[in-house]
């Protein structure tokens, strides 16, 4: 805002409303809209402020012209992008805040993400009966066909087939989402009585649901809150607060700015979103100065959630990637990245035709974009977004710009691992998929990243040097002033993190009520019907933690095939084999160097062919071999076998060392009749030890990080041979 909104706040109210209430409430978004059902449900008297308007299914914009309802700064429509310098922001305006746009997922971060930064009682665990109270209010649940074609929506089959094809499928979930499945032509009432109809799988959640079926918080939280006479007042932008008498007046600019209003309460709830809250608080502090002893943290701990997309034209295969909710899977990924691990997830994304038309209208160069176009045979309903998540460093720094509006001094270099990290997964698919996958141009040229889960900025604490709020929420030296949005979160949670703003709200909100009316056993009335709700993604998180855990280093796999020393050759067995390391750090830690062994053995006594498995001991240290095989099989008639195969060097010099790494004794007895003992002599032909070594191949998340893996086996295996 530039002098004149400047002015503007300076200037006496043109209007008082006259009605002093319990709670003020700034914004209907996800702490919001708890904040204002749980303050009617326990007898306040409540207004809530929202500065958009309310939009109903059927009046979400789906124009071709940018100037029809998109954005707020244009024509008070439904997108906020706010361009805070280092980084590019999304919000949306209207009632329900982000849930109007975002994408329904309902998901919890990994519980060892919540570390020091977090409040005690904060913690994942003291959050969880909170989580499933907020699934419960939402009704959440994974998603379901199309009803159209009974079938689940193509993206998801891309990326759970992707997850296998990466040997990572148990990584691959499908997240809860907050949307109402069920006949997409029939409207029928949710648990709070709200009509709404089922999902038309038409992919255009984050433009508002013009369906009726995305469970936003109008259907549920601030639909509650009316029905228990909470008043809502739409198109009323908060621009001043200041304390009064007992309480606090607020100041709005209403019917587009044609009038001020000023309005009192006993207490306020400011949940205009991470970067409004914080905005509004420095203005409070530093140009109007009426609340001149904010916490200098103020600004403190921004996050941008790691956000990061790709995008990609899917060119194998068929089927519209348009269709669906916006968002069927979640991928969680936990990696080596400089030799330190990152966590970070990725998720499928609907493009919705008509957004990439919008944007297209808007792009420069509309002759040669057409042109490039037609070379390519581009096919729009083939196009999916890759939207990544992670735990970035938090530190921004939001403040004010000569204009008195939010900026943000952010370092891309804190940021540095997890961003080469998600980076990298465009590569990694694009390979697999057989298309490019390609960052948008904010990124690729400008470095800038685009966030559309800004939180942070109000840090949370036990005192003003430290913290803007309390572990109630309440501002330090203000009483009755209390935050309730993601500018409290003090994190990334590395998920969609409306859930933990839910939770978060939902157990602040209960301290809160329970304080100020004496009823320390007040709870919401919903607690009744809680359900346990599912968490999907913690399966994931654990698999991908004891992954990383086991591959740190990256590793390497190669087969070996030797065969047995045998007078009449028709009856020669033959050992096949794949020898894997899954982390070269835990191999080369290991004093025996152990890894696992799998394939095929044949003997020349033990008719048949028959599955072995096992583990090697290679260049094991203080024994008196070079390498041992620990082997098991069962033969056709049932019985289980076990076998020990050694290599050893007979002898001195390159010529003994080269005998002793391609013979290989081996001794093998039924388990049930240790007296039913088998020796042979498996070899390695020179035509063999050259196989071998061409099946050599390293595992990695890149390829740089492939062939660092190479050189180092190559190193361990080369002073093996040597006796190094």
Not at 133 to 148: H, Q
Not at 560 to 585: K, W, Y
């Amino acid at each position: 805002m530039g002098e004149e909104s400047r002015s503007d706040r300076e200037t006496s109210p043109s209007e008082n409303d006259g009605q002093r209430v319990d709670a003020l409430v700034v914004g209907s978004g996800f702490g919001g809209a708890v904040a204002a059902a749980r303050l009617a449900q326990a007898g306040f008297s409540v207004t809530v402020l929202e500065r958009g308007r309310r939009w109903r299914a059927g009046e979400f914009p789906r124009s071709p012209q940018l100037h029809n309802d998109w954005l707020w700064n244009s024509d008070h429509g439904l997108y906020d992008v706010r361009w805070l310098d280092s980084m590019l922001s999304l919000q949306a305006a209207g009632w329900g805040g982000g849930s109007l746009v975002y994408a329904n997922v309902f998901a919890r971060p990994a519980p060892n993400l919540f570390d020091e930064r977090w409040p005690l009682g904060e913690r994942r665990a003291d959050l969880d009966p909170y989580y499933d109270l907020a699934g419960t209010m939402l009704e959440v649940s994974p998603v379901s066909v199309d009803p159209k074609t009974g079938q689940f929506p193509p993206r998801t089959a891309i990326l759970e087939n992707l997850g296998q094809r990466l040997s990572i499928a148990p990584a691959t979930i499908r997240p809860n989402l907050a949307v109402h499945f069920g006949s997409p032509n029939l409207w029928s009432p949710n648990t709070h009585t709200v009509h709404q109809r089922g999902c038309s799988f038409v992919g255009e959640c984050i433009l508002g649901c013009n369906q009726g079926a995305k469970n936003s918080l109008d259907y549920n939280y601030l639909a509650v809150a009316e029905q228990n006479g909470a008043r809502a007042i739409t198109d009323s932008e908060v621009v001043r607060i200041e304390p009064d008498d007992d309480g606090w007046a607020i100041w709005s600019r209403e019917e587009g700015g044609a009038r001020r209003v000023r309005r009192t309460a006993s207490r306020v709830f400011l949940a205009a979103g991470s970067v409004a809250t914080t905005e509004l608080l420095l203005r409070s502090r530093d140009v109007d100065t009426t609340l001149p002893d904010l916490s200098p943290t103020l600004g403190q701990g921004f996050s941008g959630n790691g956000d990061f997309i790709a995008l990609s034209n899917v060119r194998q295969g068929s089927g519209d990637l348009t269709t669906g909710p916006t968002i069927t899977t979640t991928t969680v990924l936990d990696v080596w990245e400089r030799s330190e691990p990152v966590w970070f997830q990725v998720q499928d994304g609907a493009v919705p035709p008509v957004l990439a038309a919008l944007l297209d209208r808007k792009l420069p160069l509309p002759r040669v974009r057409a042109w490039w176009r037609s070379r390519r045979r581009r096919d729009a309903r083939r196009t999916m977004a890759l939207l990544s998540m992670g735990r970035d460093a938090g530190t921004g720094q939001l403040e004010l710009d000569k204009q008195g509006e939010a900026r943000l001094r952010w370092l891309n270099r804190w940021q540095a691992r997890l961003y080469h990290a998600e980076g990298r997964v465009g590569p990694a698919v694009a390979r697999i998929i057989g298309s490019p996958v390609r960052s948008p141009i904010s990124w690729s040229l400008f470095r800038r990243p685009v966030t559309v889960h800004p939180l942070g900025g109000v840090p949370t604490g036990s005192d003003r040097d430290t913290a803007v709020v309390g572990p109630d929420r309440q501002v330090h030296g203000y009483p009755g002033l209390y935050v309730m949005d993601g500018s409290v979160i003090p994190a990334a949670t590395g998920a969609n993190p409306s859930a933990t703003i839910l939770a978060s709200a939902e157990r602040a909100m209960e301290g809160i009520i329970r304080d100020v009316t004496g009823d320390h056993s007040w709870r919401a009335p919903e607690w009744a019907r809680v359900r346990r709700v599912p968490v999907p993604e913690d399966e994931a998180y654990s698999w991908m933690a004891a992954r990383r855990r086991q591959t740190a280093g990256d590793g390497i796999f190669l087969d070996e095939t030797m065969h047995e020393r045998s007078a009449r050759a028709a009856q020669a067995g033959r050992l096949q084999v794949r020898l894997e390391i899954p982390s070269l750090d835990s191999f080369k830690a290991d004093p025996l160097h152990r890894l696992p062994v799998s394939g095929t053995l044949a003997l020349a006594e033990v008719p048949g062919t028959h599955s072995v498995t096992g583990h090697l001991n290679m260049f094991p240290q203080h024994v008196d071999h070079l390498m041992k095989y620990n082997l098991e099989f069962t033969d056709a008639h049932g019985q289980a076998w076990s076998a020990i195969g050694i290599k050893r060097q007979r002898g001195r010099g390159p010529i003994a060392r080269y005998r002793g790494l391609t013979t290989v004794d081996i001794t093998a007895w039924r388990v049930n009749d240790p007296s039913t003992v088998l020796s042979t002599v498996f070899v390695l032909h020179p035509r063999n030890v050259l196989a071998n070594g061409r099946s050599m191949r390293a595992t990695g998340f890149t390829a740089a990080r492939r062939v660092k893996a190479f050189l180092v086996f190559s190193k361990f295996f080369v002073r093996g041979v040597f006796g190094l």
